[in-house]
């Protein structure tokens, strides 16, 4: 049962960073149709947007990962160490 409930956080884990991913872009979109008041042009914050949001979820995905990645680990060390 243990085993179920990782498999199925990894897969929600893998569909939380593509919604991130298509939020990002969205928004990408969002800020460059929107015309700017501040004088900077649309398509550089649009650009910065898209940067900061790529940061975003490769570090957010990336310590997901490595939660899980850990746990895999220590399950393989354990499995290992019983067979001894």
């Known amino acids: 049962m243990r085993d179920f409930f990782i ?4 897969k929600l884990i893998n569909v939380l960073v593509v919604i991130l991913l298509i939020g990002v872009l ?3 979109v969002g800020v460059f149709m929107v015309p700017s008041q501040t004088g900077i042009p649309s398509g550089l914050v649009a650009i910065g947007v898209l940067i900061g949001g ?5 570090l957010i995905a ?5 939660g ?3 746990y895999q680990n220590t399950k393989r ?3 290992l160490l019983e067979r001894r």
Request: hydrophobic letters at 50%; proline letters at 0%.
């Open 54 to 58: 790529l940061i975003y979820v490769t």
């Open 26 to 28: 969205v928004g990408t």
């Open 62 to 66: 990336g310590f997901m990962y490595l």
């Open 68 to 70: 899980l990645g850990i």
């Open 77 to 79: 060390t354990a499995d």
């Open 7 to 10: 498999n199925m956080f990894e």
